[in-house]
């Protein structure tokens, strides 16, 4: 990578509306500038139920936030859900209106690359989703015009791999494909959230036939409602991550019932795919 470290904030699960949390809000505002990120990741589900008024609520969230890109992806509470008509005729209508053109986003900042991947599937499930080999084909394409020292980065709201406890759903159809697809792009860290509990995993957990770590999969839980689960009920979540020239360091970021501060955890760090040099460690908690 063409500079020292690159700093992002990994954020996810605003649901703004009925599950907001505003001191969680505020203790986001808090942290950000500290941490002093190059690049702020919102991991989906900005809204609980794709209103107009909670698109509004979230971008005025951002305008709080350093003057960094910040990069979104739609999760499943950013389609309309009981709204039936616009969820089968015009699902991102309100996605369109307040957030993004297009679906799929390419961003390029010094040193990294990433490409946030829409996996909402509004006509198909009602919470899981889904990725098809066309956007993942979009996505390594991205990948193999970049610079060739650049981070790769995925966004994809929904996520993989099961999280420990089990209470999280059924993961995307067809994972073990994608992921295979995943690291054959070339892709440095998935950044995702959807499950509500902050965890890391990698790829090859799910393909053990692999002699190599494989992606690390970084889940956010969720960082500004009420909707936290197992041990993550009634907390809050993000993640700064810090890429080195040959790790990917985790830092996990919990805030307790009643707290005004995020409070850090231990730094997890874990080799680059295909770069030597950084030691793995167990998934933050």
Same mark, same amino acid.
């Given at each position: 990578?063409?500079?020292?470290?690159?700093?992002?904030?990994?954020?996810?699960?605003? +649901?703004?509306?009925? !599950?907001?949390?505003?001191?969680?809000? +505020?203790?986001?505002?808090?942290?950000?500038?500290?941490?002093?990120?190059?690049?702020?990741? =919102?991991?989906?589900?900005?809204?609980?139920?794709?209103?107009?008024?909670?698109?509004?609520?979230?971008?005025?969230?951002? #305008?709080?936030?350093?003057?960094?890109?910040?990069?979104? &992806?739609?999760? *499943?509470?950013? %389609?309309?859900?009981?709204?039936?008509?616009?969820?089968?005729? $015009?699902?991102?209508?309100?996605?369109?209106?307040?957030?993004?053109?297009?679906?799929?986003?390419? /961003?390029?900042? #010094?040193?990294?690359?990433?490409?946030?991947? *829409?996996?909402?599937?509004?006509?198909?499930?009602?919470?899981?989703?889904?990725?098809?080999?066309?956007?993942?084909?979009?996505?390594?394409?991205?990948?193999?015009?970049?610079?060739?020292?650049?981070?790769?980065?995925?966004?994809?709201?929904?996520?993989?791999?099961? %999280?420990?406890?089990? &209470?999280?759903?059924?993961?995307? !159809?067809?994972?073990?494909?994608?992921?295979?697809?995943?690291?054959?792009?070339?892709?440095?860290?998935?950044?995702?959230?959807?499950?509500?509990?902050?965890?890391?995993?990698?790829?090859?957990?799910?393909? !053990?036939?692999?002699?190599?770590?494989?992606?690390?999969?970084?889940?956010?839980?969720?960082?500004?409602?009420?909707?936290?689960?197992?041990? #993550?009920?009634?907390?809050?979540?993000? *993640? =700064?991550?810090?890429?080195?020239?040959?790790?990917?360091?985790?830092?996990?970021?919990?805030?307790? !019932? $009643?707290?005004?501060?995020?409070?850090?955890?231990? /730094?997890?760090?874990?080799?680059?795919?295909?770069?030597?040099?950084?030691?793995?460690?167990?998934?933050?908690?």
């Amino acid at each position: 990578m063409s500079r020292d470290k690159l700093t992002v904030l990994h954020t996810s699960d605003l +649901q703004c509306g009925r !599950p907001f949390v505003p001191r969680a809000a +505020q203790a986001l505002l808090r942290l950000a500038p500290e941490v002093d990120p190059d690049v702020i990741v =919102v991991a989906g589900d900005l809204t609980q139920r794709a209103k107009a008024r909670e698109f509004r609520m979230a971008l005025e969230l951002f #305008e709080g936030l350093p003057d960094v890109p910040i990069i979104t &992806t739609p999760g *499943n509470h950013d %389609v309309p859900l009981y709204r039936v008509w616009e969820r089968l005729f $015009d699902p991102y209508l309100n996605w369109r209106r307040f957030v993004s053109p297009e679906l799929e986003t390419v /961003t390029s900042v #010094e040193g990294a690359t990433f490409v946030a991947l *829409n996996s909402a599937a509004p006509r198909r499930a009602i919470v899981n989703g889904r990725i098809d080999p066309r956007q993942l084909e979009f996505a390594s394409e991205v990948f193999d015009d970049a610079p060739a020292a650049d981070v790769r980065c995925l966004v994809i709201h929904h996520h993989f791999i099961p %999280v420990p406890d089990g &209470t999280d759903g059924r993961p995307l !159809p067809d994972a073990r494909d994608h992921l295979k697809r995943i690291e054959a792009a070339g892709v440095d860290v998935v950044f995702g959230g959807h499950v509500h509990q902050l965890h890391v995993t990698q790829s090859s957990d799910l393909l !053990p036939d692999r002699r190599t770590p494989g992606v690390p999969l970084v889940a956010c839980g969720t960082t500004t409602s009420r909707r936290g689960r197992g041990p #993550e009920r009634g907390r809050n979540s993000l *993640n =700064v991550v810090t890429f080195t020239a040959s790790a990917v360091e985790v830092t996990p970021f919990h805030l307790e !019932p $009643d707290a005004t501060v995020f409070e850090a955890g231990r /730094t997890v760090s874990l080799r680059r795919p295909g770069v030597e040099g950084a030691t793995s460690g167990n998934s933050p908690r």
